[in-house]
């Protein structure tokens, strides 16, 4: 009982500091266009993915997401939102069933190659999330905007792969740089 009402209240947390990191976005103009930005809010629900499990990291992303879209839309369609949605499950759960399989072999979080090992599941991640957005954007998302010939939707397409795998590699770059502090707190609340 006392795991759960710890797990309920880090997820409510996370789904918290998620929804407040959403407001931090900054677009990158030297390198994409003003309308693609970036945010940390993903990165809270990675960690819960990599320390906790999948399913409570998807809850996080959706209710920050839902959140978002209810108490500070920016489009009326709700499309940032659900592109953010989709962004999130796409780089969080491959890292986060990779971190799962991991845990269950080595049965443990201490162990120095953890991380290292961790490479591979966040490139996978940065492609299944990119591939996902391509999918999203191109079904949904460009659609919203009046963009429907096939030639308009993949010059989209084009244009928004570069951000979305910078926006993979950045985020993680800072799980690396988290993982350390962030590991001992985990381990310490729910070992």
């Not at 407001?23 to 906790?52: N, Q, R, T």
């Not at 009326?76 to 990779?98: C, H, T, W, Y």
């Amino acid at each position: 009982m006392k795991n759960n009402l710890r797990l309920l209240t880090l997820i409510s947390m996370m789904i918290a500091l998620s929804y407040l990191l959403m407001f931090m976005e900054f677009p990158i103009p030297a390198l994409f266009p003003p309308y693609l930005k970036i945010d940390p809010s993903d990165i809270p629900a990675l960690f819960v993915g990599l320390f906790i499990g999948p399913i409570p990291a998807v809850i996080i992303e959706f209710m920050k997401n839902v959140l978002h879209g209810l108490f500070s839309p920016k489009d009326p369609n709700f499309s940032g939102e659900i592109a953010n949605f989709f962004f999130g499950i796409g780089f969080i759960l491959p890292v986060s069933l990779f971190a799962w399989m991991l845990r269950h072999k080595f049965k443990t979080w201490t162990n120095t190659k953890f991380m290292i090992r961790f490479l591979p599941a966040f490139a996978v991640g940065t492609i299944v999330a990119t591939f996902v957005m391509a999918l999203v954007n191109y079904y949904f998302a460009f659609p919203l905007y009046g963009m429907n010939g096939h030639a308009v939707k993949i010059a989209g397409i084009i244009s928004v792969t570069p951000f979305n795998l910078f926006k993979g590699t950045l985020i993680t770059i800072a799980a690396y740089a988290l993982y350390s502090p962030l590991k001992k707190l985990f381990i310490r609340y729910f070992k």
